[in-house]
Nanobody
């Protein structure tokens, strides 16, 4: 069992930055792939980024590539999502998710077993 708690959301103007954190408890992030998803009003939950346990490789949705950076601090059992050059269309609830590691990249939220409660990010014009 992995308990995930997100933090760092808030209100920011377009062009600004935020850093989201996802802290794990009950179990470490060893041998776990961790991802960020987001869900805007009236939209399905969508993949944003993932960091694989194997090799620490990261992958991003095209909509955030070059603006968002995902990282992991094993000592703190925490993953981060640094979000720069934010746009109003980035407004959403951001969720941290995890699953046992695999060599594959899963973009479907149904493939993830553990979820945080979400943190709201609002980008104003």
């Amino acid at each position: 069992q992995v308990q995930l708690v997100e933090s760092g959301g808030g209100l920011v103007q377009a062009g600004g930055s935020l850093r989201l954190s996802c802290a794990a408890s009950e179990r470490t992030l060893d041998s776990v792939d961790t991802a960020w998803f987001r869900q805007g009003p009236g939209e399905d939950r969508a993949f944003v980024a993932i960091i694989q346990w194997i090799g620490g490789r990261t992958y991003y949705a095209d909509s955030v590539k070059g603006r968002f950076t995902m990282s992991r601090d094993n000592a703190k059992n925490t993953v981060y999502l640094q979000m720069n050059s934010l746009k109003p269309e980035d407004t959403a609830v951001y969720y941290c998710a995890a699953r046992n590691y695999t060599y594959r990249i899963y973009y479907d939220p149904g493939r993830y077993d553990y979820w945080g409660q979400g943190t709201q990010v609002t980008v104003s014009v």
